[in-house]
């Protein structure tokens, strides 16, 4: 019999869990308008989960968090969509991301588009191009920047201070 590792051990859920409830918060109490729209923390605290735990957990966290501010806050429409978008973006950014700041901004790349696109083709479906392409699509950018801006050198530092916060699970 081979012994094979579960794909949600106790340490994964616990994590998710609690980088969900980060995401949350993040998302609902650290939020700034920025003309077009509200840049709200989550994004960082997404990023940082990916890349500290991989993307299982940052999948996890950044939809089951963002899912969740979204119903909290009373925009329960969005909250499907959100679980989709941000839970993909989480997975592909902690698959793609390792140790370094160069290999972190290879899975910002890849996993940000991922939000950036979902959310402006819901948009665009809801409610038209122009909220879409001048509302939509430079505010969901300005929300991944900022969330690797910050949470790039937040994963450096916490990867070097607390050498714990690694992920063991490949």
Same mark, same amino acid.
């Given at each position: 019999?081979?012994?094979?590792?579960?794909?949600?051990?106790?340490?994964?859920?616990?994590?998710?869990?609690?980088?969900?409830?980060?995401?949350?918060?993040?998302?609902?109490?650290?939020?700034?308008?920025?003309?077009?729209?509200?840049?709200?923390?989550?994004?960082?605290?997404?990023?940082?989960?990916?890349?500290?735990?991989?993307?299982?957990?940052?999948?996890?966290? %950044?939809?089951?968090?963002?899912?969740?501010?979204?119903?909290? $806050? %009373?925009?329960?429409?969005?909250?499907?969509?959100?679980?989709?978008?941000?839970?993909?973006?989480?997975?592909?950014?902690?698959?793609?991301?390792?140790? %370094?700041?160069?290999?972190?901004?290879?899975?910002?790349?890849?996993?940000?588009?991922?939000?950036?696109? %979902?959310?402006? $083709?819901?948009?665009?479906?809801?409610?038209?191009?122009?909220?879409?392409?001048?509302?939509?699509?430079?505010?969901?950018?300005?929300?991944?920047?900022?969330?690797?801006?910050?949470?790039?050198?937040?994963?450096?530092?916490?990867?070097?201070?607390?050498?714990?916060?690694?992920?063991?699970?490949?």
């Amino acid at each position: 019999m081979i012994d094979e590792k579960p794909l949600l051990d106790a340490r994964t859920v616990a994590l998710s869990a609690v980088f969900a409830t980060g995401v949350a918060i993040a998302t609902i109490l650290i939020a700034f308008p920025i003309g077009i729209g509200y840049l709200n923390f989550g994004e960082i605290v997404i990023f940082t989960a990916a890349f500290l735990f991989g993307g299982l957990v940052g999948g996890l966290a %950044g939809g089951i968090g963002a899912a969740a501010a979204d119903m909290i $806050l %009373g925009f329960a429409f969005w909250a499907p969509v959100t679980l989709v978008v941000k839970g993909l973006e989480g997975l592909v950014v902690g698959r793609l991301s390792g140790k %370094g700041v160069k290999s972190k901004l290879v899975g910002v790349a890849a996993g940000a588009p991922i939000m950036i696109i %979902g959310y402006t $083709l819901v948009t665009a479906y809801l409610e038209g191009m122009p909220a879409a392409l001048f509302r939509e699509f430079p505010m969901a950018v300005v929300q991944a920047v900022v969330g690797a801006a910050i949470g790039i050198p937040l994963a450096e530092i916490l990867q070097k201070r607390i050498p714990q916060l690694k992920d063991d699970q490949g």
